[in-house]
């Protein structure tokens, strides 16, 4: 991996989370969709557990259903007056943010509904960004700060009560190791954080507060939750692999073969049922893998980017995934994806939610507009079919 210590803009900080592996350095800087006017006569929910997946085969792009348009327009989250939102996370009914305005920067959490709550008041509202949130929907939130515009900054992780509305700091590194994406589960944080020599810790610690346990040291990038499970890619002799624990105990878990099988991927996400990764380098591939399938399948063999196709999110039957230029979702049940962000904007599905996040205008200048758009993807219609 190449590294920069160029500056990254402000507003593309909390894009920039994709996958590092410890022994690299985080100094890596960053890298409008025409709707269809008729919805699809088949048009299904795009996220039904109860539905039976269809067989999956290699997706073809497709328009964006103005049903898809309309619903993102009518899910517009409003910043609060003088300040400007940078989407971060977004789960079941809660999405993260970061609001500048008048001088200053927070960190927020909007809950479906209700005005923003503050987690944090960033220390310098310039130089620090909110990274990367979980929210476990009744009391825990967790969050990392980045303390400076490159990705080798120093970082800062947090937990914040919603009972008593307060935060108070769990982890600070300032050395090399993976970025931080906490995972809050069962009133415990887990996150990964360089230990030097190439190598990164996964550390779980109760939210209440309480000396970090440590899971697993090796080469490894930050854990990312796949149902009842806490996975990673770890290096090893026949190259980077995934592996599984249970965060309840840090026990290891053994994967199905399909996925224990996989060698060298990247940008890999799960809801615990279906998995998504991109496999290839010169000729990316987006791979996916469900429960109870022998094999996994190229459901998209010639991005519309070549150049790129990284931070993945799944929820459901979506996928979505960013690429230099914009964001695409992948509808399982349609085996059919679409654009559907304007140039340069972001994406990403998780846990029954689908945030969309796109400037208005050039960013850098007065009189640009920031979106932030969140819709339940249940209530999405299916994206056309194939032919």
């Not at 490894?220 to 990673?232: H, N, Q, S």
Request: glycine share 12%; aromatic share 6%.
């Amino acid at each position: 991996m190449g590294t920069s210590g160029r500056t990254l803009p402000a507003s593309l900080a909390v894009l920039l989370t994709g996958i590092l592996l410890a022994g690299c350095s985080s100094a890596r800087p960053a890298p409008g969709p025409t709707p269809d006017p008729t919805p699809s006569p088949t048009a299904r929910p795009a996220d039904r557990p109860t539905d039976r997946p269809t067989a999956l085969t290699a997706a073809c792009e497709v328009p964006l259903p103005a049903a898809w348009r309309s619903a993102f327009d009518a899910g517009e989250l409003r910043a609060p007056d003088g300040e400007r939102a940078v989407l971060t996370d977004a789960g079941p009914g809660w999405t993260a943010v970061q609001l500048t305005g008048g001088g200053q920067r927070r960190a927020a959490l909007i809950r479906t509904g209700s005005a923003p709550r503050t987690l944090l008041p960033l220390a310098d509202p310039v130089e620090h960004q909110l990274l990367a949130a979980d929210f476990d929907g009744r009391r825990w939130a967790a969050f990392a700060v980045l303390e400076g515009r490159t990705l080798d900054s120093p970082w800062s992780l947090y937990v914040w009560d919603a009972g008593t509305g307060k935060a108070k700091r769990l982890a600070r590194a300032d050395g090399p190791g993976p970025l931080p994406r906490p995972v809050v589960r069962d009133g415990t944080v887990h996150w990964a954080q360089g230990v030097g020599g190439g190598k990164a810790t996964v550390y779980a610690a109760p939210a209440t507060g309480g000396t970090p346990r440590a899971l697993r040291t090796g080469v490894m990038d930050t854990p990312f939750a796949a149902g009842e499970l806490l996975v990673w890619r770890e290096s090893a002799g026949s190259g980077t692999r995934l592996t599984a624990v249970s965060p309840k105990d840090g026990r290891a878990v053994p994967l199905p073969a399909p996925l224990a099988a996989l060698r060298n991927i990247r940008s890999v996400v799960s809801d615990g049922r279906t998995w998504a990764w991109v496999a290839g380098e010169s000729e990316p591939r987006l791979m996916v893998w469900r429960t109870g399938e022998p094999r996994p399948t190229a459901a998209v063999t010639r991005p519309p980017a070549v150049d790129g196709m990284d931070q993945l999110r799944i929820s459901g039957r979506l996928v979505t995934w960013r690429t230099p230029e914009t964001s695409y979702a992948l509808d399982l049940g349609s085996g059919s994806y679409a654009r559907i962000t304007p140039a340069y904007g972001y994406a990403q599905a998780a846990g029954g939610a689908l945030a969309l996040a796109y400037s208005v205008g050039n960013p850098k200048a007065s009189g640009s507009r920031a979106v932030v758009q969140v819709v339940d993807a249940g209530r999405l219609p299916g994206l056309p079919r194939c032919g």
